[in-house]
């Protein structure tokens, strides 16, 4: 779906180098790359709070009397 730069000009594997396709294509592939990188600070943070045991840690509470 990424563009890719040829002696014609951009194409992409769909849809070559005709509009609106290309544009179509381009509009996709943008937010999936942005919904890719959010995914992967999620999946980093989640990774790092299970290696460091506090991932599913029950809660610690002090009685108190």
Same mark, same amino acid.
């Not at 609106?20 to 999936?32: E, H």
């Given at each position: 779906?990424?563009?890719?730069?040829?002696?014609? =000009?951009?194409?992409?594997?769909?849809? /070559?180098?005709?509009?609106? /396709? $290309?544009?179509?294509?381009? =509009?996709?592939?943008?937010?999936? /790359?942005?919904?890719?990188?959010?995914?992967?600070?999620?999946?980093?943070?989640?990774?790092? =709070?299970?290696?460091? /045991? $506090?991932?599913?840690?029950?809660?610690?509470?002090?009685?108190?009397?």
């Amino acid at each position: 779906m990424i563009p890719d730069v040829t002696p014609d =000009g951009l194409q992409t594997i769909l849809t /070559g180098a005709a509009e609106p /396709g $290309r544009g179509i294509a381009i =509009g996709f592939a943008n937010p999936l /790359g942005v919904i890719m990188l959010v995914l992967a600070v999620i999946a980093l943070v989640l990774a790092t =709070g299970d290696a460091k /045991g $506090r991932a599913d840690a029950p809660r610690v509470e002090e009685d108190e009397y």
